[in-house]
């Protein structure tokens, strides 16, 4: 009413029809955009449905994170109300529940630390352990002092300790303990058809390095607790081998203190944060390893320094996405940046599989059985194949579970079956926990030679002289 | 093309409104009535317009996004739930995708008495020759018998969570226990012998390592529910030089009483020979499942002292066996009680911190016990003889016990028996050997 009087009738139709159309326009152009959007996308702000699954992942994680503060807290909770019934309760044994069903039983309410946490000092710099430089010399000393533990046990075969592990609280899957087991077995029978000692840890031996960098104290406690061993094979619990016949070859590493597997363009020429892999290397025990697992640690104590440290790697490795330091992409980065200190003793293996990633293996075991035999290693029969992602002890994954679980099934069923073929059976297939017989019983089992000879491999018989 | 469909919208939504604006003057006539009725169709248009265009962005977006489960977050958190456990519902199912080409399993005759394998007459020439033949493989090194440890447990998981922790822990404790006195070891988790199922399993895959391994010269079972506690004490092997089966058990109960526990199967040693063979063919036949299982539970029952009623197991089965042809076979076996090799863990979990108190690793006996074996408790299953709590308490306790032997040459303890957590005892230092030499268990015993 008041613009008619301003600007006059006819013209305020005017305007008012204008208005219209461009009303009309707007939207006609903003259902344009979005059919577009939908379809083409806008470059990197990406596709509803990216849009979504960003959206989704965030929600899932936030419960995810829910879930992990709750369970945090919960325990707290417990064990002050366990304190407090205890000392109520003097006899020991809590009247709460004298059920004898295992289904709806929760760990929290009969773990208890006893002794305080030990308060780290906020203002002293992390620091793996004292610092030692005549290593090699204190070991040889040793080692010429104990004749029966020699660091090899045959001509060119060294002392090896595998070491992996897994948390000393049940997992949050309930099928994750049973993976565990699964996976701790593999590791068992390749280790005694190989003469390799196992080293199976359970404890956090320092808070500060928690999660992935777990394994750097770890590995030089036992370096330093094992002068009789050589090589340290340190192997992650969702690595699983696969080839039972394959022997690491030694004498390749002769010269070399570290043996991982990657490729040395992706490492020193790309920085690529994925150019190797620690989910499965050897390390040898002298003074180099103590060194680089000096030089290696500082990125990882938990808190601002792995946070900051993790915006570092992101910025100079390629491909890295946003998140904490990890103990790879430290490594690739140490590597890339003093090749010159390092390079000549890290051997950067990829003519077989030490680490095998399962994405592009699991799906051709049927094909490698048709075709190939083990002892090869590589990826016609892969030494080890490594779940890199599963995450079968926790809830959520980076890939579906059912792919994840059904695959690691098959996976152990592989290698099982190498083992069980010096018993005379095999899997029913690939997919099923059933044995079945393939060789019949005889009266004189000496005869028998089993097809892969693992029964009593070369690699396996004692060195003569030490008799 | 949505473009196109919206200008004639347009050109047909302006035409009546021209139309009736223009009806509006004819027929009204009054000037606020014909303004009120413009205004009207004016409001109308537009909401048409409106709606239409929201049904149209409806529609495309629902076909890029899909807005149905948009709709709540926790819809989806629980969708992803379900799928989750149904997928693990489907893992810890016994079910195996029955293959139609697998013959048929033979019915087993039960006339015909079950045995484990043609019958093997002179296996200790044989494998005397085998080993003289393959000197790479001794059956002796550095003076100590080659031991074999076989333990096991079901291919599935199991009934619950804790089950299979609790077997990641023992298998764990074994591995410690092996790494430091060099002992292999087996782990089973095949059904060698559908018959022979359930705690029977043990004895074709005891024969069948006898037979593939002639270079072993024991072969220790130990159940999947038992835990090394003494990791310092080591089976005295040269006292059993003339027996060839070490089982733990009292000789009284055994013959005067009959009772159904005077031994325990969850660990005992068979020496690889003639004569173990010659024992598993013996205690064998009441082990095929079915009716013969539970016709031999009825005469165990009725045999030995105490025994309820349930189907065959191994141990009332050997008792007999070992009862009833004394003559036949008890020379050869050793009784033993003077360590636990089996121990029983009701009366030894709640003495451990008196243990540390007074005495030290190495005794094996009830000073210290070598093995403390959780009989009853079924942490595998759903339910166990005993209350859950004191059970899973006892073998947290009894884990961490053994650990904290094992975490001694590291320089760490558990934070209290029932803690997962570490703690440091002793600081580092740049000089690690010392502590070496004085901790090292496997050092200490090889200087024995």
Partial sequence: ?467 | MGQDNFMTQKRNLSLPTTAAAGNGRAFVGGGRGALRGKHVQKTFNNIKITILCGFVTILVLRGTIGIGSLGSSDALNQNLIEETNRILAEIRSDSDPIDPNDPPEPDVNPNTTYSLGPKILNWDSDRRNWLEGNPEFPSYVNGKPKVLLLTGSPPNPCDNPMGDHYLLKAVKNKIDYCRIHGIEIVYNMAHLDKELAGYWAKLPMIRRLMLSHPEVEWIWWMDSDALFTDMVFQVPLSKYSKHNLVIHGYPDLLFDQKSWIALNTGSFLFRNCQWSLDLLDAWAPMGPKGPIRDEAGKILTANLKGRPAFEADDQSALIYLLISRQDKWMDKVYVENSYYLHGFWAGLVDRYEEMIDKYHPGLGDERWPFVTHFVGCKPCGSYGDYPVERCLRSMERAFNFADNQVLKLYGFGHRGLLSPKIKRVRNETATPLEYVDKFNIRRASHSL
Avoid at chain 1, 54 to 63: G, L, P, S, T
Avoid at chain 1, 92 to 114: A, P, V
Avoid at chain 1, 346 to 357: D, K, P, S, T
Wanted: neutral net charge; charged residues 25%.
């Fill in chain 1, 1 to 467: 009413m008041i613009m008619e009087r301003c600007i006059g009738a006819h013209r305020w139709h005017r305007i008012q029809r204008a208005l219209r159309h461009g009303k009309v326009t707007v939207i006609c152009l903003l259902l344009t955009v979005v059919v577009l959007r939908g379809t083409i996308g806008a470059g990197k702000f990406g596709t509803p449905e990216q849009d979504f699954v960003n959206i989704r992942d965030q929600i899932v994680h936030k419960i995810a994170e829910h879930r992990r503060v709750l369970e945090e807290i919960q325990p707290q909770q417990q064990q002050q109300a366990k304190t407090t019934s205890d000392s109520a309760d003097s006899s020991g044994s809590s009247s709460t529940s004298n059920s004898n069903s295992y289904m709806e039983f929760h760990i929290n309410s009969i773990l208890k630390d006893e002794d305080p946490e030990e308060k780290s000092d906020p203002n002293k710099p992390y620091s793996i352990g004292p610092k030692i430089s005549n290593w090699d010399e204190q070991r040889s000393l040793w080692l010429k002092a104990n004749p029966q533990f020699p660091n090899f046990i045959g001509p060119e075969k060294p002392r090896v300790l595998i070491v992996t592990g897994s948390s000393p609280k049940p997992c949050e899957n309930p099928v994750g303990d049973h993976y565990l087991l699964k996976s701790v077995k593999n590791k068992i029978d390749y280790c005694r058809l190989h003469g390799i000692e196992i080293f199976y840890n359970m404890a956090l031996l320092d808070a500060e390095m928690a999660g992935f960098w777990a394994k750097l104290p770890l590995i030089r406690k036992l370096l330093l607790s094992h002068p009789e061993v050589e090589f340290l094979w340190w192997m992650d619990s969702d690595a699983m081998f696969t080839d039972m016949a394959f022997e690491v070859p030694w004498e390749r590493y002769k010269d070399s203190n570290f043996v991982m597997h990657g490729w040395n363009e992706m490492v020193y020429g790309e920085k690529n944060w994925i150019g190797l892999n620690t989910g499965s290397f050897l390390l040898r025990n002298c003074q180099w390893s103590l060194d680089i697992l000096d030089v290696w640690a500082p990125m990882g104590p938990k808190g601002k320094i792995r946070e900051d440290a993790g915006k570092i790697l992101t910025r100079e490795l390629k491909g890295r996405p946003v998140f904490e330091a990890d103990d790879q992409s430290a490594m690739v980065y140490l590597l890339a940046t003093q090749r010159d200190r390092w390079g000549s003793k890290v051997y950067l293996e990829n003519a077989y599989y030490l680490h095998g990633y399962w994405g592009i293996l699991v799906d051709r075991y049927e094909e490698m059985m048709e075709n190939y035999r083990p002892g090869f290693g590589d990826h016609r029969w892969p030494l080890v194949t490594h779940f890199v992602g599963c995450k079968p002890c926790g809830k959520f994954g980076d890939y579906p579970v059912e792919r994840c679980l059904k695959q690691m099934d098959r996976a152990f069923n592989f290698g099982d079956n190498q083992i069980l073929q010096m018993y005379g059976f095999t899997h029913k297939s690939l997919a099923s926990r059933q044995v079945k017989r393939v060789r019949n019983e005889t009266s004189s089992p000496l005869q028998v030679k089993d097809e892969l000879g693992l029964l009593h491999p070369a690699f396996k018989a004692v060195k003569l002289s030490s008799l």
